[in-house]
């Protein structure tokens, strides 16, 4: 009997070492002290021994049956702290921090990109995206630019090693639009551009532009300054002092510059407008037949007009901001404003 209460103490603690859930735990209690466990099994047998033998495993059982459920209480704790720990790792704090944990704002020019692409989603314009590092067939060769124009030349494009250069528009992104839509359609492109220029308080080599193109039968320069008005008025909330002028775009014919009355200075002359009163808003025109024939638009029945404004400008107008390199710069107290 001692024999067969020793193999049953070893098989106990094999298993119980094994054991990693409270679960499993609880079967094995059952198991050796249920009421059909094995150590009641053996209590059974006690009846065959004589009354001496009787009384010494009445003894070794008992004292077994308190270090089995001490061992499973003790082991139960051991899980229930490895749990613990483990959900207080995956959930640590560091109560040493600030309560007033300063939190991030959303950039100017996120709020703004965001607001624009929303108004265009709501005209039926779609939104394209294309690659900053572009090649030169779209990004001049389809946009009717002269291979002797001077917006090729290195002190206006980056241009990169491998033949390739940084995006100087998002107008490619019209090219690679007509390469894969058939008209009628109307998108936007929206997204970061660079220009080998001197900084300064309107100018920057990086920034964003949105391009817009429309192309269906019988669209005219009406539909076009329609739609610009339209947009510059929801964009601003309020109407808009507009002018246009004649421009040159080798993309557009004809070409125009629409400029907007300072909204910082109300006309009377800033930094911003160079003291003139007018700020250089966007380009836009009739999209000129060479380009809509690159795209493979027949141009004997389709017509089409683009434009092309800058975010970092309109958030400037939006938010009374006199330099534009504040967008880059990461200084909190700009950003924080917003």
Partial sequence: MKEKLEQLKKDFYDKIESIK????????????????????????????????????????TNALKDEFESA?????????????????ESEWIDITWPENEERGTVHPLTIVRKEIEELFISMGFEILDGPEMEDEEHNF?????????????TQDTFWLSNGYLLRTQTSPVQIRG?????????FIAPGKVYRNEDIDASHEHSFHQIEGMVVDENIS???LIYTLKTVLSRIFGKEIEIRLRPGFFPFVEPGFELDIKCLLCGGKGCSVCKQTGWVEYLGCGMVHPNVLRKGGIDTEKMSGFAFGLGLERLAMMKY??????LFHSGDLRFLKQF
């Fill in 72 to 88: 499973i209480k003790t082991r139960n704790e051991n899980i229930e702290r490895a749990a613990l720990n483990k959900r207080l």
């Fill in 178 to 186: 007509m390469e894969t839509r058939k008209p009628p359609f109307k």
């Fill in 21 to 60: 859930e409270n679960s499993s735990l609880a079967d094995l209690k059952v198991q050796f002290l249920g009421k059909k466990g094995e150590l009641t099994s053996i209590l059974k047998g006690m009846k065959e021994l004589s009354e001496a033998a009787r009384k010494e495993i009445g003894q070794l």
């Fill in 221 to 223: 320069v009406a539909d």
């Fill in 320 to 325: 009374g901001i006199n330099d534009i390199r």
């Fill in 141 to 153: 060769n389809n946009l009717n630019i002269p291979a002797d124009h001077p917006a090729r030349d």
